[in-house]
Every structure is written in structure tokens, then in C-alpha cells.
């Protein structure tokens, strides 16, 4: 790379990104550029926030090549038959897998509950419980955290397995992602100090041990660009497939659509843009694996945790990809 264009990105991550900790891009089946900031090194691992939906979306896609999950029409209380089903809580019985992939699903609380979920002794049981009030099922509503849980209460008692248990057997040890453990908070001030750290190697489960969905797994950049690149080759990865190309396809496409932000949704991706195509996941602090098929691109930024941050997808189209895409 032309050492000067590689000065003047520097500057610009330096000036307008200053959390930025690593960078990589791939591009045509190479890794062109890595680069880590504020004294991050290839070593760490960064809480990726909402990156995890989308590592949730692959691993729904391979129970379902595996026959473990029916389809995306599969309602969701067939995994959970014991679940009661109050009075004026009907529309429960209608939400189904695809649903909750494209958020589209009701929820009773105009603000995130955080505090009641994070003090429940179930959280998947919270988010079940959260189902309804005066949203329309089908219509788009962004769940963060409390909602996602259920995916991985699915593909627990799909598969017989913990979320993180099946990711290393199906996803992870492929590509040669090592996450040492699930890690359950005793205390809120462990829960900050997870936070913060960015040594962890981990996803975060809730008090009966199921991994979260909507956040908690720790990647580092290059771990982040695996995966990337694997979406990138089909699903491949070393002539073995890894991830169902027909899923990838189906899961990338807009299934939904934020329209208050004109914001398309695909199964827990953002589409980034529809045409060309690209899709991205994205995490707060500003983590993101975007994938531009068509121009062979992958770009993985991890980012340690501040508030509010500069569009990433902004920074990724307007000064990444022109370097090596133009």
C-alpha cells in the first residue's frame, strides 16, 4: 500500500476514530492491511457488542442445514411447549424464528427493561415474557439485547448443546477461532470490568448458562476477519463448507427495514447495500465486519467502548475501500 495513502488513513483514525484499537482488510483473498492503535496488539479480544447477532444468524443457519432447526416458519414456542402462554399474550404463539432473525417482533416495554433482565434468573424467559403490547407483529423493532436471547434458548435446545459449545464445533475451530469460555457475572462491577478488558476470551452466558444473542462474544480483528472472509468465499473456508451458502445468500438479503432510519435488515446483518451487495455486522463502539462480495472486500475494525461514535460504514466506504477498491 502506498505508504502515504497509509499515513494519511493513520491520521484520519487518529483524529476522527480514537477508539479504534485494530484494523484488518482483506482483499482478494488477502490480507492487505493490519493495524492496531492506542498500544492493542493482534492478542486482543474485544467485546463486539452486537457483531454477536450476526455470528448468531450463521450458527441458525448451519442447525438448519443440519436438520436440528426446521425453518425459518418454525414458531418459536416449539422449542419452548412449556412456556405458558397468558391471557392477552396470544400473539405469542404466532412469533416464529423469522421474526425474531428480521426484528420483527412486538415488545411490551417502550424502554429496555436492562435492570429487571440482567437481575431475572432466565433471560431467555425474560425476553418470552417481553412479547406483545401494541406493536405490530412484522413490523420492524430493533431489540438490542432483550429479544435475541430466544435464538439462543432455540438453538440450545435444538442442538442439545451450549451456543458456544456448538460455535467451536461448527464455526469457530474451522476458522480457527479459539474462545476459551462462557462467562456468567456474579456481581455488577464484574459485568462493568467485562467491559472494559479487552484480554477476555469469552461469551457471556446468563444464570442457567445459555450464551446471550444479542451481545457478549469477544473476538479480536483478525478472528473478526475470518469470519468475513468465510462469508466472502460462500461459506468456505480451506475447500470445506462451513456456513450454507444458500443461507448466507437468504440472510444478507433485506428481509426487513428500519424505515425510521431508512435502515435495511437482513437475519441479524445489516444490508448495506442491496445492488452491489454488501452486508455488515456492527457492534457499539463502532465493531464491524463489513463484506462487499463483489469488489472481494472485508474490512474488520475492532473498537473499545465509548458511547458515540462516527459512522463506521461511513468510514469503511469513504476512506477504506477507495484504497483498494478504485
Known amino acids: 500500500m502506498d505508504p502515504k495513502k497509509l499515513s494519511a488513513l493513520d491520521e484520519i483514525i487518529k483524529t476522527d476514530y480514537p477508539n479504534l484499537?485494530?484494523?484488518?482488510?482483506?482483499?482478494?483473498?488477502?490480507?492487505?492491511?493490519?493495524?492496531?492503535?492506542?498500544?492493542?496488539?493482534?492478542?486482543?479480544?474485544?467485546?463486539?457488542?452486537?457483531?454477536?447477532?450476526?455470528?448468531?444468524?450463521?450458527?441458525?443457519?448451519?442447525?438448519?442445514?443440519?436438520?436440528?432447526?426446521?425453518?425459518?416458519?418454525?414458531?418459536?414456542?416449539?422449542?419452548?411447549?412449556?412456556?405458558?402462554?397468558?391471557?392477552?399474550?396470544?400473539?405469542?404463539?404466532?412469533?416464529?424464528?423469522?421474526?425474531c432473525l428480521?426484528?420483527?417482533?412486538?415488545?411490551?416495554?417502550?424502554?429496555?427493561?436492562?435492570?429487571?433482565?440482567?437481575?431475572?434468573?432466565?433471560?431467555?424467559?425474560?425476553?418470552?415474557?417481553q412479547i406483545g403490547g401494541r406493536g405490530q407483529l412484522g413490523e420492524f423493532r430493533y431489540a438490542p439485547i432483550?429479544?435475541?436471547?430466544?435464538?439462543?434458548?432455540?438453538?440450545?435446545?435444538?442442538?442439545?448443546?451450549?451456543?458456544l459449545d456448538y460455535a467451536r464445533e461448527h464455526l469457530f475451530d474451522p476458522l480457527g477461532i479459539a474462545i476459551e469460555k462462557s462467562l456468567f457475572f456474579e456481581t455488577k462491577e464484574e459485568q462493568m470490568d467485562f467491559y472494559k478488558a479487552t484480554t477476555n476470551s469469552c461469551w457471556v452466558c446468563g444464570p442457567n448458562k445459555i450464551n446471550t444473542a444479542g451481545w457478549g462474544l469477544t473476538l479480536s480483528a483478525r478472528e473478526m476477519a475470518a469470519i468475513g472472509e468465510c462469508c466472502i468465499h460462500g461459506g468456505q473456508v480451506d475447500g470445506k463448507q462451513i456456513i450454507p451458502q444458500a443461507w448466507l445468500k437468504e440472510s444478507t438479503r433485506t428481509q426487513s427495514c428500519w424505515e425510521?432510519?431508512?435502515?435495511?435488515?437482513?437475519?441479524?446483518?445489516?444490508?448495506?447495500?442491496?445492488?452491489?451487495?454488501?452486508?455488515?455486522?456492527?457492534?457499539?463502539?463502532?465493531?464491524?465486519?463489513?463484506?462487499?462480495?463483489?469488489?472481494?472486500?472485508?474490512?474488520?475494525?475492532?473498537?473499545?467502548?465509548?458511547?458515540?461514535v462516527k459512522d463506521r460504514i461511513d468510514f469503511i466506504r469513504g476512506q477504506i475501500e477507495p484504497l483498494f477498491c478504485e
Open 21 to 99: 484499537a485494530g484494523l484488518v482488510v482483506c482483499h482478494n483473498g488477502r490480507r492487505e492491511l493490519e493495524a492496531y492503535y492506542n498500544g492493542f496488539t493482534a492478542e486482543n479480544q474485544f467485546h463486539v457488542f452486537s457483531v454477536t447477532k450476526s455470528i448468531v444468524s450463521l450458527l441458525i443457519g448451519i442447525a438448519l442445514e443440519r436438520g436440528e432447526i426446521t425453518g425459518v416458519d418454525q414458531k418459536i414456542l416449539d422449542f419452548f411447549p412449556e412456556f405458558p402462554v397468558r391471557k392477552g399474550h396470544e400473539l405469542l404463539r404466532e412469533v416464529t424464528l423469522k421474526h
Open 102 to 129: 428480521t426484528m420483527t417482533v412486538p415488545y411490551r416495554f417502550r424502554f429496555n427493561p436492562y435492570t429487571k433482565y440482567f437481575m431475572s434468573d432466565d433471560w431467555v424467559s425474560f425476553a418470552l415474557n
Open 146 to 163: 432483550i429479544g435475541p436471547d430466544i435464538l439462543s434458548g432455540i438453538l440450545t435446545r435444538a442442538t442439545g448443546k451450549t451456543v
Open 260 to 308: 425510521k432510519r431508512n435502515l435495511n435488515y437482513g437475519y441479524l446483518w445489516w444490508i448495506v447495500e442491496e445492488a452491489e451487495p454488501s452486508f455488515a455486522a456492527l457492534g457499539d463502539g463502532g465493531n464491524a465486519i463489513y463484506v462487499n462480495p463483489q469488489k472481494n472486500l472485508v474490512v474488520a475494525i475492532a473498537s473499545t467502548f465509548v458511547p458515540r
